[in-house]
């Protein structure tokens, strides 16, 4: 049989980048070919797939096929997972943020009455819902953190004075949602929006 | 058969020990090692009978492979072997299908199935299960002869969708904070507007780019009487809350406004 | 770009079976291809693939790349791990649910004339090659089984009609006798069975 086939069919199904010496071990001891048939092979292979959308790419640790990225855009689908939820400590730093800004993370602390994670005022700022606005004039400097434009935009407002008041809070009835999708969510924990 | 010749006893049939084996019971020597690991049931063994001496299943002369059926049986009891209920079972069968054959037919009235009809219709099944179950074996399989192919896609950038946050699932939070709040706490949530607390943050962020910048700078035309009073209201909360110095060089001068 | 370098993509980049209709599913919803449209690329595809030692093969839940089995005696070489094998109990009950279903294991018993343990059941059932498809109207309500498509994967099947054809039972002859010549030749329409 031909080397570039069994190469070839290797390289496919193996779960990891092979070297030119792994790739040699696996053909039985008395018909192992030379280094250097399996890096013409190699090349072979390379330039058989020039046209097609995986390639034969060399990486550190050896040779392994991978779809080219030009395809990402097509393929990501694949892969999405459904997006998580965020937690309920997330959610109150972010409106306490957006009730009582500028707040330092010191603030939010002291209005929660429990320490606020670094991850959660990171995500915040990932997601470009609230960002620093200046620091405080005391030891240490703490950040200053105030919502965004994007968060406006995420949640269909044009100013914060669109967010209803701590008196209508109060009232907000917890039966009652101003999204239906937001209303599946709570009956049903399972699916996700 | 020199393994079955050592074996003092081969069985006792009607009460006599039997120490040779009969002429036409056939058990070839390489079976009893592995007797009833080999296999898989009653019918398995009848089969196995069947087919090593090239009957049919059709027309299995029943005396003949009662016989030896019973035969191995009884050697399967001697050697200790385990075994299962099935296997008695199947014996006892086999002779009640021996003794009715040897009874006068009762032609057409006799509308019960006839018991060798049965048995030969079950081994016919599973013979052909047997069979089936073997080429399914042989058929090329994952991780046996077939083997999927691993394309890497970790070069791939795949954006994960982010998270979902209703608006009422933000305030339904917010409004167990302030219930909290409510319940044991010194701590104010003032009412002040909304527009107020935004304004602030909004000189902030401005006053974060320069060092400082003179007072009416920080008032636009544009919002009116309204937006005045906002803006005013916003420096004086950030300079009460000490986020903004409010500087005046000297009397008269001009007010200049810094971040703290 | 083109559809055919997509579906192809997306092939290479699943790592399970994929069915048009799932291929479809990971295009955009805008940009969505016809059914027709992918099967006419996945007819390419394989083409393509012909002299390749590698095929793109149709199984019960959809079309996946992988090894051709004239490479197996190579690629076997690149797991330690020997392929898992299974007992001849394992595989007729596999065989009974595979012709018979749907069965309960009472049947299987019938069939085989010894009973069935539960351990057998239990690794048919881990390995999702077979699964409780409904329970019978008699007493006890004991489950009955059916085969899955991962069964038909694994086998590398598409349908259950590819499996082995199952040997015809020949009727049976009314006056069977204990002799076997006189009934040799006998041919007799009325049977019993």
Redesign the interface.
């Given at each position: 049989?031909d080397i570039k086939?069994?190469v070839?069919?290797?390289l496919?199904?193996?779960?990891r980048?092979m070297s030119c010496k792994q790739i040699q071990q696996?053909?039985?001891e008395l018909e192992q070919p030379e280094l250097t048939d399996i890096e013409t092979a190699i090349e072979a292979i390379t330039d058989?797939y020039q046209p097609?959308?995986?390639e034969l790419?060399r990486v550190a640790s050896g040779y392994?096929?991978?779809?080219?990225?030009?395809?990402?855009h097509?393929?990501?689908?694949?892969?999405?997972?459904k997006?998580?939820?965020?937690s309920?400590a997330l959610?109150?730093t972010?409106?306490?943020i957006?009730?009582?800004?500028?707040v330092t993370r010191g603030d939010i602390e002291?209005?929660?009455?429990v320490s606020v994670s670094s991850s959660i005022i990171q995500t915040l700022l990932e997601?470009e819902w609230i960002?620093v606005?200046?620091?405080?004039?005391?030891p240490g400097r703490p950040s200053?953190y105030?919502?965004t434009k994007q968060f406006l935009d995420?949640?269909?407002l044009s100013?914060?004075?669109e967010?209803?008041?701590?008196?209508e809070?109060?009232q907000?009835d917890?039966s009652i949602?101003?999204?239906p999708?937001?209303q599946a969510?709570r009956e049903n924990p399972e699916t996700?929006? | 058969m020199d393994a079955v010749t050592l074996l003092p006893t081969l069985a006792t049939v009607n009460g006599t020990s039997v120490h040779t084996l009969p002429e036409d019971l056939y058990i070839p020597p390489d079976a009893l090692e592995v007797l009833l690991d080999t296999f898989e049931g009653p019918l398995d063994l009848l089969l196995y009978l069947i087919r090593r001496q090239n009957m049919d299943i059709i027309n299995i002369p029943i005396a003949q492979i009662t016989q030896q059926y019973i035969a191995y049986i009884q050697l399967m009891g001697i050697l200790n072997l385990d075994m299962a209920a099935e296997y008695l079972l199947m014996a006892a069968l086999l002779a009640e299908i021996k003794s009715r054959m040897l009874l006068p037919r009762q032609v057409e009235d006799d509308i019960e199935e006839d018991p060798r009809a049965t048995l030969i219709r079950r081994l016919q099944e599973y013979e052909a299960i047997k069979n089936a179950a073997e080429q399914i074996d042989a058929l090329p399989r994952m991780e046996r002869e077939l083997f999927s192919t691993l394309v890497d896609v970790s070069a791939l950038s795949v954006t994960q969708p982010l998270p979902e946050l209703p608006l009422h699932d933000l305030l339904l939070a917010f409004k167990s904070v302030l219930k909290r709040v409510d319940q044991h706490s010194h701590h104010q949530i003032t009412k002040e507007p909304l527009s107020v607390r935004e304004r602030m943050s909004y000189i902030l962020d401005n006053l974060k780019a320069v060092d400082s910048c003179t007072f009416p700078q920080l008032f636009s035309r544009q919002e009116g009487r309204a937006g005045v009073v906002v803006t005013f209201l916003a420096i004086l909360e950030l300079g009460k809350e000490r986020l903004i110095e409010i500087i005046q060089a000297e009397p008269y001068s001009e007010l200049r406004v810094k971040a703290a």
């Open positions: 049989m086939h069994i070839e069919a290797i496919f199904a193996a779960h980048p696996v053909f039985p058989d097609r959308p995986i790419k392994r096929f991978q779809v080219k990225v030009e395809y990402s097509w393929v990501a689908r694949l892969f999405e997972e997006p998580p939820k965020y309920r959610m109150e972010l409106a306490i957006a009730y009582r800004q500028p002291d209005i929660r009455g997601r960002k606005i200046g620091q405080k004039a005391v200053l105030g919502t995420y949640f269909n100013t914060l004075n967010l209803p008041t701590l008196a809070i109060q907000l917890e949602t101003d999204n999708t937001a969510h996700t929006a | -």
